[in-house]
């Protein structure tokens, strides 16, 4: 099996690596990144070649594709993946809205990913721990109406960001400054923002759009509600969402939680019972990477009709989030050795 890793060099790619050596341990990799260069990761030093030689006569073909590059360069590289015979999973949001490409969450609709299918996008990294809850819900209670408040961390925007937030809160929190005085208020590092990028006329932002529209293509729910509010935190990693979740009848905690807490209904989710959400924490998410965590179940006290409950849900953004789910969806076509990783 000879696997292609695109944006080898980045966060989501760096993870890739190591999930692509549990679940296919013979495979040939080739790396590609912005241009020639080596990788040292996990004691290793990996020779990356320019991704423009993809395009060059006689590039390798191959059977497997992981992409982790921006819109961009997805829209150019990943058609020429596939003239060359690879299956291919982009990581970017080219192709989530388009009709003819599977969206897909693995656990949630991984029967999407059959022989035919050559091109699977992979969902936005609050979109997947969130339908991974929800889809087990649905499927026992009917789903109406899910609004999401997310607390994401930097690394979701990539290795140059979440470098420089690191390096800003070195040298912030040298300072003991009990308001943060010492800190760019437009900056991540000891701050909330908003996560605003692509605000259109709508009001809501492109990451808030992302959520709400893949949610209900994943869950196959045109009709369903769902509203978004998104901002970052100053968090490294690891992606913290409070839900409000309306289902079609009358649910208690208890039933949620008994759904939730039994793997082969809700695969993928590590289910924290007690709504004081023990063990439920950004980093607590960066311990379990592979998976969704989920508590907090209690009744919302404004809906008298009790199907009402709020829900917390946190995934670690680079690996469950993004770079896992791709692999588990390509566990679909070729068998992973590691259980963990197969859909
Ligand atoms: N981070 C997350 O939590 C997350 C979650 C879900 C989805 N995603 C998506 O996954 C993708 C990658 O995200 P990331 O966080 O891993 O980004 P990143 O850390 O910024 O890495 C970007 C990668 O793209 C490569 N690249 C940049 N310019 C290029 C060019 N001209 N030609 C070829 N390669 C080029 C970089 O290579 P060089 O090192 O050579 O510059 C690097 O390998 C994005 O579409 C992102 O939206 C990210």
Known sequence: MRICLLGATGLVGRESL????????????????????????????????????????????????????????????????????????????????????????????????????????????????????????????????????????????????????????????????????????????????????GTDESGFSSEERKLMFEAKKILELPELGVSAQCCRVGVAVGHYENAWVTFGKAVSPEQVAAVLSDSAKAPFVNFLAGAAGEGLSALYSVKARDRALVGRVRPDSRDKSGRTLCITVVGDNLRLGAATNAVRVASRWFKSEDPELQA
């Open 18 to 197: 190591d999930l692509v050596a549990r679940a296919w341990p013979g495979a040939t990799l080739s790396l590609y990144a912005s241009r020639d260069q080596e990788l040292k990761h996990g004691g290793k030093t990996y020779k990356v070649e320019a991704a423009p030689k993809l395009e060059e006569e006689g590039a390798p073909k191959g059977d497997l594709a992981l992409v982790a590059l921006d819109d961009e360069h997805s829209k150019r590289f990943v058609p020429r993946l596939l003239s060359l015979g690879y299956r291919v999973i982009d990581k970017s949001n080219t192709y989530r809205g388009d009709a003819k490409v599977p969206l897909v969450a693995a656990g949630v609709n991984s029967n999407r990913v059959t022989e035919e299918v050559r091109l699977v996008a992979n969902p936005n990294c609050t979109t997947i721990p969130l339908t991974l809850a929800l889809k087990p819900l649905q499927q026992e209670f009917g789903l109406e109406d899910v609004t999401v408040s997310t607390y994401q961390a930097v690394s979701g925007a990539g290795i140059a960001a979440l470098d420089g937030f690191l390096e800003q809160s070195k040298a912030g929190y040298q300072e003991l400054d009990r308001f943060g005085n010492v800190f760019d208020p437009k900056a991540y590092a000891g701050n909330t923002v908003p996560h605003n990028g």
